[in-house]
């Protein structure tokens, strides 16, 4: 990087490019009090991606530049305008990184709820004869989360509260009628029986939210 103080007020890789919603009229005010358009020219901040060297140099010189959080802010904000060009101290890389470590923490947290009452209202569904794949249609969810919340050992595991939502959804309908007759039919049957799996009408004015409760056919063990 050149040391030569250059009278550029506003940095041109500051400057918007004209690039569809990235686009601005002019560059915001914070740009005439960069660091980059008094010092180097504006390539030093577009270094070869393998030219650690000027990178460096670049970043030591943000390090003292006063509107550096202005100009972070603007690249995360604008990343496609940002684009192969160190912002705020950080080159690409960096702030995506930067980017993503924020959207984690600022994500609202998912709900969690136990599995017991999905686990056996699609136990149920199986029982009454309605195949995984019907399952995955009706509630929308993937195989794997149907064959996990069906299959999965122990009581004690968390579901998110919107999967919960769907199987209930899903239960709501299947169990008010009878599934199509065929081999998917019997298949589902006999996977349940041979687990000892009760249908729906077992369960039918039961909390099965209630880990005390049983379907009401007792001799079904049906947790
Ligand atoms: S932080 Fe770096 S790139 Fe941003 S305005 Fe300051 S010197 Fe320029």
Do not use: F
């Not at 959207?103 to 017991?116: E, F, G, I, K, Y």
């Amino acid at each position: 990087m050149t040391s030569t103080t250059t009278t550029n007020t506003e940095h041109r890789h500051l400057r918007p490019r004209p690039r569809g919603e990235d686009l601005l009229p002019r560059p915001p005010a914070w740009t005439r009090a960069a660091l980059c358009a008094k010092v180097g020219s504006p390539s030093d901040w577009s270094p070869d991606p393998s030219d650690t060297e000027a990178a460096e140099a670049a970043i030591e010189v943000c390090g003292h530049c006063p509107v550096r959080a202005q100009c972070l802010a603007d690249a995360l904000a604008r990343p496609r305008l940002a684009q192969g060009t160190i912002r705020g101290g950080l080159v690409d890389v960096a702030r995506q990184s930067l980017h993503r470590r924020r959207l984690r923490q600022t994500a609202p947290s998912v709900a969690t709820v136990p599995v017991l009452e999905a686990r056996r209202m699609v136990r149920a569904l199986s029982a009454d004869g309605y195949g995984r794949d019907v399952l995955c249609r009706e509630s929308g969810l993937s195989r794997s989360t149907v064959v996990k919340i069906r299959d999965g050992a122990g009581g004690g595991a968390g579901i998110e509260s919107w999967v919960l939502d769907r199987i209930r959804s899903a239960y709501k309908r299947l169990s008010s009628r009878r599934p199509a007759r065929g081999s998917h039919t019997l298949k589902a049957q006999r996977y349940a029986a041979a687990r000892g799996w009760a249908p729906s009408a077992a369960w039918a004015g039961v909390d099965m939210a209630d880990p005390d409760s049983r379907p009401r056919v007792h001799d079904i063990d049906a947790a």
